[in-house]
Antibody, heavy 120, light 110 residues
Framework: EVQLVESGGDLVQPGGSLRLSCVASGFTFSSYAMTWARQAPGKGLEWVSSISGGGSGTYYADSVKGRFTITRDNSKNTLYLQMNTLRVEDTAVYYC?????????????WGQGTLVTVSS | QSALTQPASVSGSPGQSITISCTGTSSDVGGYDYVSWCQQHPGKAPKLMIYDVSKRPSGVSNRFSGSKSGNTASLTISGLQAEDEADYYCCSYAGNSVYVFGTGTKVTVL
């Protein structure tokens, strides 16, 4: 059974930093691209960032480019999102998402999410 | 990277069929047959319902179907049931490993 468990969400002041983690199980982690998506309170989903299975390819939404960094440690089956220079508008539930097989372009499993609140 | 446009809400009575539209551009919906749909109940994580425009994952009811014409994709729920009441989001591949979600549609079962 695929499981994605996020952690690291917290209350942080504007301009601050936070690192999110996602521990994966139930599949061969290194074989799959992974994604972070977010959902602001009462709002819709937003794609944030993706990383290839090996970690060499990273991709970002314009809204976070230059401030967020996605990485992965395949030896630990863990996905990370380093978030710097946080803004009030980054407040959201952040989801760890598994992409399906290579050559496919959809997300087949989602974690339960971790809440990031940016406020003074 | 503008969000795909969905109606804010759609409603129907039990047993009826409803259709949710998802409008993008030739750079996303119209450019690729990689539109997916997910269902989200309040306080829960999204669940994949349709992928590659019209394919259903194992375990998803055949009451859910998808289609696409030009820059607009659609999700149809037939034989509407109370358990279908949820938010629905489309998602499209937009090239270069970039994805875009729809604005979301709240489905209400009357």
């Amino acid at each position: 059974e695929v499981q994605l468990v996020e952690s690291g969400g917290d209350l942080v002041q504007p301009g601050g930093s936070l690192r999110l983690s996602c521990v994966a199980s139930g599949f061969t982690f290194s074989s799959y691209a992974m994604t972070w998506a977010r959902q602001a309170p009462g709002k819709g989903l937003e794609w944030v960032s993706s990383i290839s299975g090996g970690g060499s390819g990273t991709y970002y939404a314009d809204s976070v480019k230059g401030r967020f960094t996605i990485t992965r440690d395949n030896s630990k089956n863990t996905l990370y999102l380093q978030m710097n220079t946080l803004r009030v508008e980054d407040t959201a539930v952040y989801y760890c998402v598994k992409r399906s097989l290579a050559g496919t372009y959809y997300f087949d499993y989602w974690g339960q999410g971790t809440l990031v609140t940016v406020s003074s | 990277q503008s969000a795909l446009t969905q109606p804010a809400s759609v409603s129907g009575s039990p047993g009826q069929s409803i259709t949710i539209s998802c409008t993008g551009t030739s750079s996303d919906v119209g450019g690729y047959d990689y539109v997916s749909w997910c269902q989200q109940h309040p306080g829960k994580a999204p669940k994949l319902m349709i992928y590659d425009v019209s394919k259903r994952p194992s375990g998803v009811s055949n009451r859910f179907s998808g289609s696409k014409s030009g820059n607009t994709a659609s999700l149809t729920i037939s034989g509407l049931q109370a358990e279908d009441e949820a938010d629905y989001y489309c998602c499209s591949y937009a090239g270069n490993s970039v994805y875009v979600f729809g604005t979301g549609t709240k489905v209400t079962v009357l």
